[in-house]
Nanobody
Framework: QVQLVESGGGLVQAGGSLRLSCAAS????????MAWFRQAPGKEREFVAA????????YYADSVKGRFTVSRDNAKNTGYLQMSSLKFEDTATYYC???????????????WGQGTQVTVSS
């Protein structure tokens, strides 16, 4: 089992920045792909970004490419999502997830955090 806890969400004005963190415990975090998903009210959960075990291979949804940066520090068992140039439509609950496969499909991630709310005011 891998336990994940997100933090860093909050209220920010459009154009601002936030950094989300995902602290992992349990099994070795460095063995897992880490991903970020988000879900806005009334919408399905959508893929945001993912980073492979090596920390160098990253993947992004087109909607956040160039604005968000995913990273990880395996020594600290922590993953990050740096969000810049935030838009109103980025408002959602953000979840980190861990799995053994890099995929935009949430079904491939068996471990999930509880989520952290990001609200962008226009």
């Amino acid at each position: 089992q891998v336990q994940l806890v997100e933090s860093g969400g909050g209220l920010v004005q459009a154009g601002g920045s936030l950094r989300l963190s995902c602290a992992a415990s349990g099994r070795t975090f460095s063995n897992y792909v880490m991903a970020w998903f988000r879900q806005a009210p009334g919408k399905e959960r959508e893929f945001v970004a993912a980073i492979k075990v090596n920390g160098y291979s990253t993947y992004y949804a087109d909607s956040v490419k160039g604005r968000f940066t995913v990273s990880r520090d395996n020594a600290k068992n922590t993953g990050y999502l740096q969000m810049s140039s935030l838009k109103f439509e980025d408002t959602a609950t953000y979840y980190c997830a861990a799995g053994t496969r890099t995929d935009a499909d949430a079904r491939y991630y068996p471990y999930w955090g509880q989520g952290t709310q990001v609200t962008v005011s226009s």
